[in-house]
């Protein structure tokens, strides 16, 4: 069974919004920090925004005031709320679960894709 499963990519035009979820396969992943990141082609993977089990979110400067990250833990969901999406922000974009809240994301998503048209 896959841990985690993305969905809610797409096209968009800049200045959209997208709002991508993270299925997780279990409530075992309430407890651990979760984090979103991306990969666009030709480039590293990078790191968006992280939330812990409580709820407290971080983010990379490059999305703050844009993204927000959020968990709904009685349903074993992660969102990430994307507006005023740029070009920039195209990637595949990737859930991930830090178990020991280390920095180690031991579980990761497919991926889903989100293509930003100018």
């Known amino acids: 069974q896959v841990p985690l499963v993305e969905s809610g990519g797409g096209l968009v035009q800049a200045g959209g919004s997208l709002r991508l979820s993270c299925a997780a396969s279990d409530r075992t992943f309430n407890f651990y920090r979760m984090g979103w990141f991306r990969q666009a082609p030709g480039k590293e993977r990078e790191f968006v925004a992280v939330?812990?089990?409580?709820?407290?979110?971080y983010y990379d400067d490059s999305v703050k005031g844009r993204f927000t990250i959020s968990r709904d833990n009685a349903n074993e969901m992660v969102y990430l709320q994307m507006n005023s999406l740029k070009p920039e922000d195209t990637a595949i974009y990737y859930c991930?679960?830090?178990?020991?809240?280390?920095?180690?994301?031991?579980?990761w998503g497919q991926g889903t894709q989100v293509t930003v048209s100018s």
């Open positions: 939330i812990t089990g409580i709820g407290r979110a």
């Open positions: 991930a679960a830090d178990p020991k809240s280390d920095g180690a994301y031991g579980y």
